[in-house]
């Protein structure tokens, strides 16, 4: 069965700062990993995905994460954290990519952003 | 931008009514979704819908609840008899194809009372 572990309920950075969520799946067969992130009041966006193309993937608003299959992780980073960066952020794993499978998430991680 | 709506944001019932909520997916979407989060716990998958059937569904899924797209454009989540254990955010998602991204509505808040 597949899931994901996202370690960390609560980030805070800096203003400027490195921004690092961690994520681990565990899956019996190549995954298809995703980050979500919920603004205040909204419901889910995507960041990025990875399909099983380039291990390094590039997102929006300046995000990235990197598929390591000899740790299976999947973790975000982004170099320089924003105020408007503050949100909830989900990591998400499906099976079934290409057959409109369900997402099996995290338990999220809170980003904080302190000026 | 296309997006899925849901309604209402925010819906307050008394244990044992019934309740539904309501979701307008994005109108060429094929592939569609209910997922609820408890508060403080995890987005979890509860049913998905293509082809004007169930495709799959999770044990949290009982017989209290269903699924309906009545008319093409809303897709909706019925709750029977409401339990305490209900209240969450329920999110309705779709996707156009089956290799594509999930777009997700902002949520409705069900509280039982």
């Known amino acids: 069965a597949q899931s994901v572990t996202q370690l960390g309920s609560h980030v805070s950075v800096s203003e400027g700062a490195l921004v690092l969520l961690r994520c681990n799946y565990s899956s019996s067969v190549p995954p298809y990993l995703f980050w979500y992130v919920q603004y205040p009041n909204q419901g889910l966006q995507l960041l990025l995905k990875?399909?099983?193309?380039?291990?390094l993937v590039k997102g929006i608003n300046g995000f990235e994460a990197e598929f390591k299959k000899s740790e299976t992780s999947f973790h975000l980073t982004k170099p320089s954290a924003h105020m408007s960066d503050a949100a909830e952020y989900f990591c998400a794993v499906t099976p079934d990519y290409n057959q409109g499978g369900k997402l099996i998430f995290g338990q999220g991680t809170e980003l904080s952003v302190k000026p | 931008e296309p997006e899925v709506t849901q309604t209402p944001s925010h819906q307050v019932t008394q244990m044992g009514q019934e309740v539904i909520l309501r979701c307008v997916p994005i109108?060429?979407?094929?592939?569609f979704y209910w997922y609820r989060q408890i508060l403080g716990q995890k987005v979890e998958f509860l049913v998905s819908f293509y082809n004007n059937e169930i495709s799959e569904k999770s044990e949290i899924f009982d017989d209290q609840f269903s699924v309906e797209r009545p008319d093409g454009s809303n897709f909706t989540l019925k709750i029977r008899s409401t339990k305490l254990e209900d209240s969450a955010m329920y999110f309705c998602a779709s996707m156009a194809g089956s290799d594509t991204e999930a777009f997700f509505g902002q949520g409705t808040r069900l509280t039982v009372v």
């Open positions: 109108s060429n979407h094929l592939y």
């Open positions: 990875y399909t099983s193309a380039a291990t």
